[in-house]
Nanobody, 114 residues
Framework: QVYVVVAGGGLVQPGGSLRLSCSASGTRFSEYYMGWYRQAPGKERELVAAITSSGRVNYEPSILDRFTISRDNARNTVYLQMDNLKPDDTAVYYC????????WGQGTQVTVSS
């Protein structure tokens, strides 16, 4: 069983930055496929960014060049650096781990508002 803990999120003004972190348990973290999803009110959950075990990344087009996903295998942690945030980025953000199953972390609220 993989356990996931998410940190970060909060309220930020448009144009501001936030960093989310997702720590997962286990000794084989480097093999995990990690993803960040978000769900805005009244909308379906969508993939924001993902990173493979080899470090290949995939981004949702609307956040390209604004968000960066990265992983630190020594710390069992994946990050989502979010820059130039926009009100449309307001959502609950979730971390997802795919490794011999599918595990979701708790959501964290990101609110972009002046």
């Amino acid at each position: 069983q993989v356990y996931v803990v998410v940190a970060g999120g909060g309220l930020v003004q448009p144009g501001g930055s936030l960093r989310l972190s997702c720590s997962a348990s286990g000794t084989r973290f480097s093999e995990y496929y990690m993803g960040w999803y978000r769900q805005a009110p009244g909308k379906e959950r969508e993939l924001v960014a993902a990173i493979t075990s080899s470090g290949r990344v995939n981004y949702e087009p609307s956040i390209l060049d604004r968000f960066t996903i990265s992983r630190d295998n020594a710390r069992n942690t994946v990050y989502l650096q979010m820059d130039n945030l926009k009100p449309d980025d307001t959502a609950v953000y979730y971390c997802n781990v795919q490794w011999r199953g599918n595990v979701w972390g708790q959501g964290t609220q990101v609110t972009v508002s002046s």
